[in-house]
């Protein structure tokens, strides 16, 4: 099994950026799909979540309004639509993928997030 992050980078606060995972090697639509967040010192933060079929999504209350979780079953993708950064978005970004039958979590290794000016 392997999750592809891309489309992290360097943005300005007020910017945004789109985060795309690619899955390879699982039955995607067997997996709830979610983005956690971590900076050094911290918890890894659950971002946000969409379910299998993509009926539902939830955030964490700090990026409500601003970020758009959606996925692609087709294409085994699920991104990350963030939109007016602020610094305090600046992490690593992870995604990660959940069985909920197996209760077996997978994990993608990882984009940088830094927004600064």
């Known amino acids: 099994v392997q999750l592809v992050e891309s489309g992290g980078g360097l943005v300005q606060p007020g910017g945004s950026l789109r985060l795309s995972c690619a899955a390879s090697?699982?039955?995607?639509?067997?997996?709830?799909m979610s983005w956690f967040r971590q900076v050094p010192g911290k918890e890894r933060e659950l971002v946000a979540v969409?379910?299998?079929?993509?009926?539902?999504?939830n955030y964490v209350d700090s990026v409500k309004g601003r970020f758009t979780i959606s996925r692609d079953n087709a294409k085994k993708s699920v991104y990350l639509e963030m939109n007016a950064l602020k610094a305090d978005d600046t992490a690593v970004y992870y995604c990660?993928?959940?069985?909920?039958?197996?209760?077996?979590?997978?994990w993608g290794q990882g984009t940088q997030v830094t927004v600064s000016s």
């Open positions: 969409i379910t299998r079929t993509g009926g539902y999504t």
């Open positions: 090697g699982l039955t995607f639509s067997n997996f709830r």
């Open positions: 990660s993928a959940y069985n909920e039958f197996t209760n077996y979590r997978y």
